[in-house]
């Protein structure tokens, strides 16, 4: 298994709190991602990370921030929670985006987050 | 927008057949399409990776085709086995080269009976 680690694996917050979500890996890949998912949704993209302190939006960011001051750590911070915002989170990783077949995408196990 | 589905949501077939998971894109301009599995409570697991130049790719019982110009791609598993249940979900890679953002599909829960 790639060695990627997300703290906590569960959590229960309260609306309005801010809550810190981390992905630790061990592969030294350049890429990793934060997903949600949601039923009926499927897997959606929140942030994505492209090298130290490099991010970009996904497709759902809004409500999210995210940091990397190293490359073994992506920090996802929902700024002020909100029921909408309960879902599963997975972190991805790759070692490439699109050169000749290192783009695979490897995932953690997922925090399961439920807001108040 | 890009939009990925996957027909049909559940699927239960008794053990030892052979069976095809249908996924379909709205862009056929894609860089690569990947399919994964995922056990409930767990994360995905990558099982094939196409590029668009490609149009199959094969694992073990696992072997994955794609059709760019009809935005198609289906996963057939041979000779099914109970270990074989699980959601398999596929996502393509509208972008490629830079950033890898995959957009996926609702998968397919599949149920191997013994």
């Known amino acids: 298994d790639a060695g990627i680690t997300q703290s906590p694996r569960h959590k229960v917050t309260e609306t309005g709190t801010p809550v810190t979500l981390r992905c630790h890996q061990t592969?030294?890949?350049?890429?990793m991602y934060w997903y949600r998912q949601d039923p009926g949704h499927g897997l959606r993209l929140i942030h994505y990370s492209y090298g130290v302190k490099d991010t970009d939006k996904g497709e759902v960011s809004d409500g999210y921030s995210v940091s990397r001051s190293k490359t073994e750590d992506f920090l996802l911070t929902l700024e002020s929670a909100t029921s909408s915002q309960t879902s599963v989170y997975f972190c991805a990783i790759s070692e490439s985006a699109g050169e000749g077949g290192r783009e695979k995408l490897f995932f953690g196990s997922g925090t399961q987050l439920s807001v108040l | 927008k890009q939009e990925v589905t996957q027909i049909p949501a559940a699927l239960s077939v008794p053990e030892g057949e052979n069976l095809v998971l249908n996924c379909s894109f709205t862009?056929?301009?894609?860089?690569?399409l990947q399919w994964f599995r995922q056990d409930p409570g767990k994360g995905l697991t990558s099982l094939l990776l196409i590029q668009s130049s490609q149009r199959e790719q094969t694992s073990g019982r696992l072997n994955a085709s794609l059709d760019k110009s009809s935005g198609r791609s289906t996963l057939y598993i041979a000779a099914s086995q109970p270990g074989d249940s699980a959601t398999y979900l596929c996502?393509?890679?509208?972008?490629?080269?830079?950033?890898?953002?995959?957009?996926f599909g609702t998968g397919t829960l599949l149920a191997v009976q013994p």
């Open positions: 862009d056929s301009a894609i860089y690569n």
């Open positions: 592969e030294n890949h350049r890429y």
């Open positions: 996502a393509v890679n509208p972008w490629g080269g830079a950033t890898n953002k995959l957009i």
